[in-house]
């Protein structure tokens, strides 16, 4: 990979300057298409600048996209995530390798418009829901910026290169054929004849990014060759062949564009079984142009107008959360106060845009009597620790409690439910430190019936005392999902962990992204061993942690009382640690990132039912195990997206309450 990320600098599809053409172009389109919801001048500048910047080294490996074989860059040499999961996985889009490089190409924004995208420019997380969660808190600029990026990637499927596995680099003979010829359209100087190939057409209106990713792979991949591919695949095969200027060419029929030639043959005679050998001609360029820019145009419209869609949608959800969810609504205005509207409490590396970590609680105090009273303005209070390696802020935010008239029928304080969202609030893993729970029940008064009319005077009712708040339930102890678990020494003397299981992924429980409530594109589920202890009910854990003092770090491979383990990695290498990171797919063995994909346990060797661990000598180094007196427990999680900043988390699933204990001399 690090060859492709030296090498490979030109692996981009069309050139910077063709998408801003092209994108200008979308933006036009759609414009006259959906009068009734246009994009602002100033924000098709954003949405083109998002596409330019798109190509930044080394992200344009993940631009490729082949439908036939549902993969991305894979031809031996180079490797890259499928553009269709690309532009929706925010962790591959975060993963260090893709922060260490700048961009590649200069703003064609004014200083002005740059301080307006300031919180996401130097950024690497442009996926869909990020360019849609914007939107939905009003922060067009970055939204565009952002969703330019996506408009990027539908742009490169249109090549096909890109959706017929060649990579195409430009020591390989010059490179692509049809990038080089293309590269000469740009906003200086456009293709003036494109908007009148786009007469009488509409753009191509799909349900969702999948749709729009596979329709114009599918056409890009079925009905045009790039110049290594020509017999990579069964498709296309010329309708008919006709000499031109004495060579013979083989056409494709298209009753919608028109027919078009395919390539040039080596054949003389037209009754003759002829092949496509060669497409480097620039009248086979030309028509490869004319109708692809086309299909370009026409998805890109189609995509900004689902954006539309799924951003108000958004949009209306977030205030009805917002309006029907007080907590929410403080614990956004207090993100939006603290680190003055940007988007990232924390940056990319954990410092603090303010050198501050925000743990925002809300307690609402119950009226202390039925009698009218003041209304308090809300405190905020600020703290800090200097204990940790990272200043924390606590932002505590109380409620001004509703005026009661006096008198007043008499109250009883009943317990509401728990909110539902957050589920915790938690910026560091640790073993229990640094977790916010999730917000203890709020007191809501229930009137009781009416007193009858004209009562003889009484004393002023006295409220129900308080109930005590009842803290966020902690998951009981379940079976185990495995069929089997066998801890044991064998007659090498080293100590081995065998898991067995009927289905896989064995673990069921998927969590859906924090903010977007939508199942993340990849998922992973994760074991942690304990040595001789119980497995604790502990919370939410991560990958990223930003406190030297957290006990539990990434993921679980450090763990406190944890029994390490060895495997086989999708690096190739080996893990070494007290959690098994298991993709539920192999989709999501990823050995591009140095973060949880490529450390979790190669997929192909999953596919038995079963897994031998080999526990690493040093659990036992202080004394050596006795059998049916050592014993592991389990503990279980699974994955969820979207814990801010940039962090990948996991949510405890369950524990396992059995103890397994140690057997000996196992052949």
Known sequence: MLFGVLFVSSADAYGVETHALLTKEIVSFYNTNFSNKKVAGELASYLIDGARHEDTNPRYLNHFYDPVNDR???????????????????????????????????????????????????????????????????????????????????????????????????????????????????LNNPDTDLAGRLNLRKPILLANLNDYFNSMSNYSNNNFYSRDSIKNFKLPVPDYFKKIDGDLYGLKRDNEDGDYMLGLTKGTFLWASNKIEDIDRPNVLSAYWSHLSVKAVQHGAGVLDLFFKEGEKAKEKLARDKASRPYLGMLMDGFDSLFGGSEDAVDDFGTGTNDQVAVISSTPTPVPSPKASPSPSPTVTSLSESSTAISSAILLVTPAPEPSPSPSPSMTLTPSPTPLFPPNIMLSGSDGTGLVATPAPTPTASPEPQPEADPPPAETPTPTPTPEPTPSPTPEPTSGFLTAVDFYKDTSDKYFVKLSWDKYPFIATNFNHLSSKQPPVHNWHVIIFYLNHEAPTTGDLFWISYKQSDLYRSWGLIAPDGLKVKYPNCKSTMTKGSALILPDKEGDCEALSDNHPSHSHIFSGLASGSVTLEALSENFSSATPVAGQDYISLAYYAFQAGYEPNNYGLRLVSVDPVKYYLREDVE
């Open 72 to 186: 991305g860059l894979a031809d031996g040499i180079y490797k890259g995530q499928g553009s269709k999961y690309w532009a929706q996985d925010e962790d591959s889009q975060t993963a260090l390798l893709y922060k260490l490089f700048s961009r590649t190409a200069d703003s064609i924004l004014t200083a002005s418009q740059l301080s307006k995208i300031d919180s996401v420019y130097y950024k690497t997380n442009f996926t869909w829901q990020k360019a849609v969660d914007l939107y939905a808190q009003g922060k067009d600029e970055e939204a565009f910026f952002s969703l330019g990026h996506v408009i990027h990637l539908m742009e490169d499927s249109a090549v096909p290169d890109h959706t017929r596995n060649d990579a195409h680099p430009p020591f390989d003979d010059g490179g692509s054929p049809y990038e080089n010829w293309t590269k000469k359209f740009d």
